[in-house]
């Protein structure tokens, strides 16, 4: 509740001195963290003995951050005059601090960011002991701990600062909306509006989780919070457990990147770029189209292939008064955003009047008036939430600081334009599995953070528009959420599918895969992204036909549906037109436009269409 509040309050009247609030929240942060969630809670030991020694390790881990904090305090007066000498204690001290943050970092997000963190450590630690092609100069321990606690480059950087100052009011946001219990009215209105498609509850799945997707930065929780009431409804009607975990998680994946709130990593994005937020909307707003039109063409045709019919009428639910005004709770706080925004006002504001129209909307919800404290529950729950983002936050310091002192950021984008140097595409592919291994296990916001900064430079040096960067990693790193082995969507919708996890993790690469294509189209089209320098009406023509082809090819391919079952052979050549499609600014593009153009005309005349070209009989 008091992480809350500072938010609240930081929002409203900015931060008050950052040699100050950004180390005491920082430690507020990890106090919270590990006491909500300490390791008896996370791993509950079957001895007192064990039981001891779990509480020991917490307090050593605490306390060794308190007291690095602590002395980060006692320099900070001096620390701006950069006439600090650091004793072979404060630095030891310090060390024992960074250590701490990467350890609980590993406990609350997995090996992914915190083996980068610690491995960034000992490379600037031991990095001169090293081959020649990896070596470095050789930093002293007062040069690294300088750089990664003693000042404002490393843990309380610039990423702790934005959090402080921005990501954390839209963190609470989103809890708050949770809270109010939106939820179930969006399901049933979604039912409603889709329930006459094949695939009914399946896409008012996509619907309502993309819709709450966009709120929380966090897709795991969309999937446990929506999927409680979707998974059943999918599977009711006909759909394999796996195909309706795998809808669930992928849905909830996408509403990461539609607008407006985008996970709150539009406020992040439009900080780094110097992009209006607005604008960054506007920017996101067609690739995002495509992926939710994507992923509806893929439940749509598996719904037709696997025969399943429209729900009834009379299953259909009545919306009632109460379902329109319990709409509000969800419709009012985003048009705040969007309208607090367009007057002018700061993008914290506007979170901060957001999660206010969202607090008084809920007394819509009759829960909420038997127990309004519950509201302040979600503020409690919000601070909690962000402070676990905060230890990520400050582990990606440690990284950037890391990378900053040994030039090893600048190398890896060297290597990797090195690498690609004739060929944008393949350095494009490079990256793109540089930000699924680095956006494993993490939520959106520290995903968004570490991809960018780590990977962003080996694209701008190709002159790619800053936007479409950015986009291209947030795309990568929100898709890591699906993508095996780690896959955390995919394991959070099993066991609510009662699924095989791996399964359901390569069904939603599946229904996402245009997702994947996506952020390739807008970088060689930049056009789609409609508010580039250089716009071109004809390339966005363009840009967007390929796309819908592209979709329609991937999407019927997969299915092994167009209209009617497809053999092998049709399926195959489907996917080659999209491959075809891909090849942009070549004659090959064009081949592929001739192939789905005669593949769509003998869709729509299916009795003049080669036997080969469509179902085969074995498949009927």
Known sequence: MVLAAISIYTSLFGIFDPSYQRPLTFAACILVAVLVKPLVVANPPRTALIRTLFWLIDLVLVGAILLAVARFLAFAGDMENMLVDYSRTDQLIALTGVVAVIELTRREFGLGLSLFAGV???????????????RHAGFSLDQIMQGMWYGFSGVFGTPVAVMIELLFIYIIFGVMLEATGAGPALVRMSIRVTGRLPGGPAHAAIFASMLFGTMSGSVTANVAGTGAFTIPMIKKRGFSPAFAGAVEAAASTGGQVIPPVMGAAAFMMAQLTGTPYLLICVAALLPAAFYVIALFAAVYYEA???GIKPTPEHELPVLTKDDWLRSLMFVAPVLTVILVLAAGRS??????????VAMAFGFLNPEIRRRPWALIGALAKGGVAGSRIMIAVGAIGIVIAGM???GLGLSFAQAVAGLGESSLLLSLILTALGCLVLGMGMPTLPAYLI???VMGPALTSFDVPLLSVHLFVLYFGVLSAITPPVALAAFAAAPLAEANPMKVAMLSVRLTLVGFLVPFLFVFNPSLLLIVEGFDPMDLAWGVVRLTLVVWAVTTGFAGFGGERLSMLARILRLVVAALLMARGTSVELVGLALALLILLFDFMPHRRPRWLGCASADK
């Open 347 to 356: 993008p914290a504001m506007a979170g901060v009047w957001a999660t206010l």
């Open 451 to 453: 991809i960018v900064l």
């Open 304 to 306: 037709r292939r696997l």
């Open 120 to 134: 960034t450590l000992l490379y600037c630690l031991w990095g001169d002991l090293l081959p020649d092609a990896l």
């Open 404 to 406: 900053d002192l040994t």
